[in-house]
T-cell receptor
């Protein structure tokens, strides 16, 4: 079955620790995205990548880092510099980067809690 | 700029209709609609491109008024399964292609 997987579903970390969230897709999509969702705030774009080995900052990139070494993988690292990391993190992917083909498919999300 | 959705929340009885609006302060190239159940991933409903197209999906349809920079989602004869939070995502002219700015969502509750 084609889709997007994120792991783990729930993650607990101590303050000051870096943590990496996994996102893998087997849809052969070129573009991948990371969003953060907080209650009542909708989805806010952290980083996006339209091709392998290239990525761009979204609206709230501070305190986060990404890599795109493979087409199917787009891991997100939440660093200790992120002031309020507790949130629901969603990964998405889409065909290409053109507007007519960018229906986004979302993974199940990772709920990160920093204690 | 984040699009503004209205209303923030709506409660319906099964079989009733609802309209959810999405307005932007910037010129829009496209509007996307998604529905998210609690604790789950958003699910794609439809894309509307410039040109005032109206698209439909069973009893859920939407319109896009490019001039007014807004889109509306119409849910007719609502079913219990329609409950969830609806998000619009807008793609602006001049923005990076493929990137969406999402509204804060409209929570829809359908009661029996």
């Amino acid at each position: 079955d084609g889709g997007i997987t994120q792991s783990p579903k729930y993650l607990f970390r101590k303050e000051g620790q870096n943590v990496t969230l996994s996102c893998e897709q087997n849809l052969n999509h070129d573009a991948m995205y990371w969003y953060r969702q907080d209650p009542g705030q909708g989805l806010r774009l952290i980083y996006y990548s339209q091709i392998v080995n290239d990525f761009q900052k979204g609206d709230i990139a501070e305190g986060y880092s990404v890599s795109r070494e493979k087409k199917e993988s787009f891991p997100l690292t939440v660093t200790s510099a992120q002031k309020n990391p507790t949130a629901f993190y969603l990964c998405a992917s889409s065909h290409g980067s053109g507007p007519s083909s960018n229906e986004q498919f979302f993974g199940p999300g990772t709920r990160l809690t920093v204690l | 700029q984040q699009p503004v959705q209205s209303p923030q929340a709506v409660i319906l009885r099964e079989g009733e209709d609802a309209v959810i609006n999405c307005s932007s302060s910037k010129a829009l190239y496209s509007v996307h609609w998604y529905r998210q159940k609690h604790g789950e991933a958003p699910v794609f409903l439809m894309i509307l491109l410039k040109g005032g197209e109206q698209k439909g999906h069973e009893k859920i349809s939407a319109s896009f008024n490019e001039k007014k920079q807004q889109s509306s989602l119409y849910l007719t004869a609502s079913q219990l399964s329609y409950s969830g939070t609806y998000f619009c995502g807008t793609e602006n002219y001049g923005g990076s292609q493929g990137n969406l700015i999402f509204g804060k969502g409209t929570k829809l509750s359908v009661k029996p």
